[in-house]
């Protein structure tokens, strides 16, 4: 982290201020500037069946600018007053790599190019 930033989102250095809950979640999409899509799962009971189903959340969290992001960090994230239309989370800290999560992508990654090969020869066989 940077000593200073002019974003005055930054909790950190702008003293932004949050109020309600906090969460954590994995950073899923790290692509646009300043924001970031978070995932976490949360599980919901489900009275008919007596059991407790995955359900997952996500959300658009305010990236400070003084801390760098990327797919598959473990971030802490607080409600805040709405900074854009889809925007009413802060990221408050980075804590550490979901390597799962990581390790997943890149096993879908590989599906995805596999699946991709197979269709290619589909095609050739074809002809
Ligand atoms: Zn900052």
Redesign the pocket.
Known sequence: ??E??N?IH?????GFKTHGRIFQGTVISAKAQKTVTVEWERKKYIPKYERYEKRRTKVKAHA????MFEKGDVVEINECRPISKTKKFVVIKKIEKNLEYLGKSQLIEEAKQKEKKKQEKVNSEDK
């Open positions: 982290m940077t200073k930033c974003d930054c909790v950190t250095h702008s400070p600018e003084c801390v």
